[in-house]
């Protein structure tokens, strides 16, 4: 397999792209054994670093991400994985991109942008 720069915790950021658009969906991070597994698979696999795991992303959502292609930076620490999202939504929020708020121009509010594909409590349950 490849080398790369993982961080002192032993993870290396993942940028989840849109392979037709190239809208960044989600910013995660992997291990060596979930980079291995996406290279595997074919699925996009990451290391939770709340959970403390592994994790197939879409594996309780059903919104997974099949891989395209993956690039890593000139500096071998940075992934970008260029993917087709299924299912309509990347972020736990329910949203099809992590990055759905805009930050006002004078820096002191957020604003959604998008509209939810899941209701999170009916996928994820309260938590």
Not at 56 to 81: H, M, P, R, W, Y
Not at 86 to 98: K, L, M, N, P, S
């Amino acid at each position: 397999m490849i080398e790369c720069k993982f961080n002192s915790e032993g993870l290396i950021p993942v940028i989840a792209q849109d392979y037709k658009t190239g809208e960044v969906l989600m910013l995660a991070y992997m291990d060596k054994d979930a980079l291995a597994k996406t290279i595997e698979c074919k699925k996009m696999c990451y290391y939770s670093r709340s959970r403390k795991k592994f994790w197939v992303k879409g594996e309780t959502s059903g919104n997974v991400q099949l891989v395209k292609e993956l690039f890593v930076d000139c500096d071998k620490d940075t992934i970008v994985a260029k993917v087709e999202q299924v299912g309509g939504a990347a972020c736990h929020e329910g949203y099809r991109t992590c990055f759905y708020r805009k930050i006002s121009n004078d820096g002191n509010s957020l604003t959604a942008i998008g509209e939810r594909v899941f209701d999170p409590k009916d996928v994820y349950g309260d938590k």
